[in-house]
């Protein structure tokens, strides 16, 4: 028995005489799993009406916001990026991200593009791996979800190995080969 149904049997009075079955009690089941499908039914569209929770009208909701739908991305991560979009209110300015990455990062440079859209250009140098983690950290921290970064940065002091295997087919620093360290 779904919650309405039950909630509309519990309306009765107490006693024998108001336990219905047959075609009343039927027609009270009915109604009951009607208004139980309409309670859904207005739930699913509260949560459509909201970004941050909508599931079906995802792709809606990137075109109503300017955003290009990513349908590669979870719809968990399609939400947050429609949420951030939808609730800000401008953000970091391009004046403060630049500020607080060139504190950390002197040689990294961020600006927008040409062509306008919801992208921004991080290019520039770091010393190693780790540092570039710190950076997109402070950059996911400081620029809103829904702008898309495009890096192009150089690790300077970056050994890499490549296996196969479990053999080492060859090393290589700052794209150079290297014959032996």
């Known amino acids: 028995m779904a919650i309405m149904e039950k909630t509309l049997r519990r309306l009765l009075p107490n006693g024998q005489a108001w336990r219905l079955t047959g075609n009343v009690g039927e027609l009270i089941d009915a109604f009951g799993l009607s208004l139980e499908r309409a ?7 509260q949560n459509e009406a909201i970004p941050g929770r909508a599931t079906y009208l995802l792709e809606a909701w990137h075109e109503t916001l300017g955003l290009a739908f990513d349908n590669t991305l979870t719809p968990h991560d399609q939400r947050m990026r429609v949420n951030s979009a939808y609730t800000s ?22 600006r927008e593009p040409a062509s306008p859209g919801m ?5 520039g140098d770091v010393n190693t791996t780790r540092e570039l983690v710190r950076l997109r950290g402070l950059i996911v921290r400081l620029v809103l979800l829904h702008l898309t970064p495009n890096y192009t940065i150089r690790i300077l002091e970056t050994l890499d190995s ?13 794209g150079r080969t290297i014959s032996s360290l």
């Open 89 to 110: 209110t401008g953000g970091s300015s391009l004046d403060y991200v630049v500020a607080q990455v060139k504190k950390e990062f002197p040689r990294v440079m961020i």
């Open 39 to 45: 309670r859904e039914f207005l739930e699913n569209v």
């Open 162 to 174: 490549a296996y196969t295997g479990a053999c080492i087919t060859g090393k290589a620093r700052c």
């Open 119 to 123: 992208a921004y250009s991080v290019t």
